[in-house]
């Protein structure tokens, strides 16, 4: 039993090794990686699961692809699972951080660099297009649903509202939305179950 945990430790911190090492751009940008890692090639988790663990680590504080392996690493093995998938994201930007430090003056002075950074920038671009649509498949379901997207982006983008501002708006907005569906199944209890009586 002790070494099957110990497999499925060193699994968990290979993985996000995996995913730490070849994703460039953090945070949305490791969508695509960690939903062929976690998702399709492993099981580990759901694509809903995924999209939560996202928002909340959006939601609270550290980066966002650490907390996200944090909570895979802690469903799958408990405390020493998130501590394994956290050591297994940080790793790979730590051992290329201390290699590239005393040579990053020379990086951001050279023209090839510089290009090969505007390619990625590209990439990037294209992989959070990627995500996006794939997000709006699973959770925009309902012309509600449509309406907040787009308010959110209307804040972000035209607006400029800062996004903690519209994470703790959707999450009032939430409260309220449950408290009153709470409320009208209390009143009228024919409507629970998909509302037959």
């Not at 609270?60 to 050591?87: D, E, Q, Y």
């Not at 671009?125 to 995500?131: D, F, I, K, S």
């Not at 509202?161 to 009208?184: E, K, N």
Request: net charge positive.
């Amino acid at each position: 039993m002790k070494k099957n945990i110990l497999l499925e430790l060193f699994e968990i911190y290979i993985t996000f090794i995996k995913i730490g090492t070849f994703t460039i751009g953090g945070g949305l940008a490791m969508m695509p990686m960690l939903r062929r890692e976690l998702i399709d090639s492993r099981g580990w988790i759901t694509e809903e699961e995924l999209i939560d663990y996202y928002a909340v680590g959006q939601s609270t504080p550290g980066i966002i692809a650490v907390n996200v392996s944090t909570f895979v690493g802690f469903k799958r093995a408990g405390i020493i699972g998130g501590i394994a998938g956290t050591l297994g994201m940080v790793t790979p930007s730590f051992v290329i951080i201390m290699l590239l430090a005393r040579f990053i003056n020379s990086v951001s002075d050279n023209p090839l660099a510089q290009k090969a950074l505007k390619g990625i920038n590209v990439a990037v671009a294209a992989l959070l297009t990627h995500v996006v649509y794939s997000f709006s498949k699973k959770t925009i379901k309902t012309p509600v649903n449509f309406i907040f997207m787009m308010a959110a982006f209307f804040c972000v983008g035209i607006l400029k509202l800062p996004s903690y501002i519209i994470i703790l708006g959707a999450i009032a907005i939430a409260c309220v939305m449950v408290f009153v569906r709470a409320r009208q199944l209390k009143n009228h209890p024919e409507k629970n179950e998909g509302g037959q009586k």
